[in-house]
Structures are given as C-alpha cells and as structure tokens.
Antibody, heavy 122, light 107 residues
Framework: QVQLVQSGAEMKKPGASVKVSCKTS????????LHWVRQAPGQGLEWMGW????????NYAQNFQGRVTMTRDMSTNTAYMELSRLGSDDTAVYYC???????????????WGQGSLVTVSS | DIQMTQSPSSLSASVGDRVTITCRAS??????LNWYQQKPGKAPRFLIY???TLQSGVPSRFSGSGSGTDFTLTISSLQPEDFATYFC?????????FGQGTRLDIK
C-alpha cells in the first residue's frame, strides 16, 4: 500500500534551517509529483510547492521562494524539504502529499505523510 | 491568489443529521474544487475531487456539488466518525489555496 513516512519533530532557533524527509513506498516514486503543505497550530493549510521526483523540477509558492528547497534521493525513494531562515511564524506541521494522478500535475492530494512538527523558538 | 471562503466556520450536529458545508471561491474555478477531512493530530484525508467525484473508498453518504464560484459538501446521514474539520481546496490555478476549514462537532 502507498505510504509516505516523514521524519520526526524538530526544534529550531530563529534563523536556522530545517530539513524534513518524506520516505515513500508502495508505488513508483518517479511517477507522481509530490507537494509540501504546512499547517500552523490551529490554522488552515498552506501549500508550499511541488517537486517532480523524476526530473527534479520544482515550483515554489511565492511566499517561500528563496527560502525553500525541495530535493530527492532516488536510491531510497525519499523526498526532502529544506526551509531556511526560520522565524517563529514557521512553527507548523509540515506535510508531504502525493499528487493524485501519475505523470501529471493536478494539484490535489490523495496520500499524505503523517506530518512533521517544526517548532521555532529561541 | 484565489481566496477560498468556507461557511460556517463551525457547526454542531447529531448522528443521523444531514449537513451541508459551503465553499466560495473569489473567482470562477470551474469544477477544480476538492474536499478533505481532517481529524485532530492527523493528516488530511482526501474525499472528493473535481467538485463531485468521490475518491475511492469514501462512503457514499458524502457528496459534492457546484461549479464556478459556489460549492457544497453534503453528508447525508452523519456517522460518529464524521466529526472532524473539513477543508475545501482549489486546484484551478497556482498557488493552490484552501478554505479556512469547517469544524463539525457533536451536538
């Protein structure tokens, strides 16, 4: 079965960077785009961008451009999202999510990781 | 960016009730509208895409409708496991955006 398993919670200081991993299984890693979505405590969902595991292409939401980097390790079918210059308003649960249809971007998400809590505090 | 507005923000209902949640887009998005369910401490669960198509495995008591700017999610007969927060999401244009959520509580 399809699974996206994310790395554990992180505590970071303002100005630091965090790198969250998303290990996939149960499907062909390169066939489906991956997205990253975050959710601040008690808040709604915010899309951060997409990543093409086949080509390595990315598209980042404007709010995160210059601060986010999405990459992958094809040997382990794992995607990564790194966010730099963290501030307190980056405290959130970060999710990876699979685009629902293979080979195409449809921007809706059928499988999600369990989430990774990133807390930014001095 | 397209703004998505859900109403109500919260709703109390009983098991067996029929409930409707509304989602409005700030501009026309045809039927590029999707719905998710989220329970506390869990990732969102994908329910409906293209405004009205049920994802595989989702119970038939869930239904969606609408096009353009106005959409609804209906649960025909609430079950205990349906008490959760529901989000709409537009996939018409990037950046994708979500509604603020509708929390559905037990009355």
């Amino acid at each position: 079965q399809v699974q996206l398993v994310q790395s554990g919670a992180e505590m970071k200081k303002p100005g630091a960077s965090v790198k969250v991993s998303c290990k996939t299984s149960g499907y062909t890693f390169t066939y489906f785009y991956l997205h990253w979505v975050r959710q601040a405590p008690g808040q709604g969902l915010e899309w951060m961008g997409w990543f093409n595991p086949n080509s390595g292409d990315t598209n980042y939401a404007q709010n995160f451009q210059g601060r986010v980097t999405m990459t992958r390790d094809m040997s382990t079918n794992t995607a990564y999202m790194e966010l730099s210059r963290l501030g307190s308003d980056d405290t959130a649960v970060y999710y990876c999510a699979r685009d629902a249809l293979q080979w195409q971007l449809h921007y809706y998400f059928d499988y999600w990781g369990q989430g990774s809590l990133v807390t930014v505090s001095s | 960016d397209i703004q998505m507005t859900q109403s109500p923000s919260s709703l109390s209902a009983s098991v067996g009730d029929r409930v409707t949640i509304t989602c409005r887009a700030s501009q026309g998005i045809r039927t590029y509208l999707n719905w998710y369910q989220q329970k506390p401490g869990k990732a969102p669960r994908f329910l409906i895409y293209a405004a009205s198509t049920l994802q595989s495995g989702v119970p038939s008591r869930f239904s969606g409708s609408g096009s353009g700017t106005d959409f609804t999610l209906t649960i025909s007969s609430l079950q205990p496991e349906d008490f959760a927060t529901y989000f709409c999401q537009q996939s018409y244009s990037s950046p994708v955006t979500f509604g603020q959520g509708t929390r559905l509580d037990i009355k």
